[in-house]
T-cell receptor, first 109, second 114 residues
Framework: KNEVEQSPQNLTAQEGEFITINCSYSVGISALHWLQQHPGGGIVSLFMLSSGKKKHGRLIATINIQEKHSSLHITASHPRDSAVYICAVRGQGAQKLVFGQGTRLTINP | EADIYQTPRYLVIGTGKKITLECSQTMGHDKMYWYQQDPGMELHLIHYSYGVNSTEKGDLSSESTVSRIRTEHFPLTLESARPSHTSQYLC?????????????FGSGTRLTVV
């Protein structure tokens, strides 16, 4: 079992829908990152969380430390949101990130 | 505008050739990383550096080597490329393990060894 599990692995939705991507992890962490990878391969860092909730535009990320769970929400989804969304955690005292397998999101017009 | 640059973006090369993938960042980050990613799979750390003259192997065994002679430059070298090295290689950097500024990733180098 991976230390970081994402669900769903694939998600297809219509433009305008509210999207939720989940990330569960099994170790104590010092920080959790949400990343976005477009088909060209480049990765953009969306959020870094250690508690609570963060919002940037139509993106919202939440984390529940006790439940070892984080969610990434996209409101009013748009085809340009189509990408792979990756959850990554840094364990307490660890130096490196551990990555989830990613969620492939496709938003149809 | 990217603050971390990887070249080349795509590379097709024959078996046995020596190749160097370049990675440079302009943010003054101490920490730099190389990740390998096969299609549809998660990223795996193959090398990292916490500063000049500091390099460590990552979690995934790799036949590549790295060097860190300057803060801004972290090249990855394969002495003799093989088809099994075909993959995407992503370079990243961070300040304080990404605690303050997060991680910045390059656009990646997609390597094909024929």
């Amino acid at each position: 079992k991976n230390e970081v599990e994402q669900s769903p692995q694939n998600l297809t939705a219509q433009e305008g829908e509210f999207i939720t991507i989940n990330c569960s992890y099994s170790v104590g962490i010092s920080a959790l990152h949400w990343l976005q990878q477009h088909p060209g391969g480049g990765i953009v860092s969306l959020f870094m969380l250690s508690s609570g909730k963060k919002k940037h535009g139509r993106l919202i990320a939440t984390i529940n430390i006790q439940e070892k769970h984080s969610s990434l929400h996209i409101t009013a989804s748009h085809p340009r949101d189509s990408a792979v969304y990756i959850c990554a955690v840094r364990g307490q005292g660890a130096q490196k990130l551990v990555f989830g397998q990613g969620t492939r999101l496709t938003i149809n017009p | 505008e990217a603050d971390i640059y990887q070249t080349p973006r795509y590379l097709v090369i024959g078996t046995g050739k020596k190749i160097t993938l370049e990675c440079s960042q302009t943010m003054g980050h101490d920490k730099m990383y190389w990740y390998q990613q096969d299609p549809g799979m998660e990223l795996h750390l193959i090398h990292y550096s916490y500063g000049v003259n500091s390099t460590e192997k990552g979690d995934l065994s790799s036949e590549s080597t790295v060097s860190r002679i300057r803060t801004e430059h972290f090249p990855l070298t394969l002495e003799s490329a093989r088809p099994s090295h075909t993959s995407q290689y992503l370079c990243a950097s961070s300040d304080h393990d990404g605690f303050f500024s997060g991680y910045t990733f390059g656009s990646g180098t997609r390597l094909t060894v024929v």
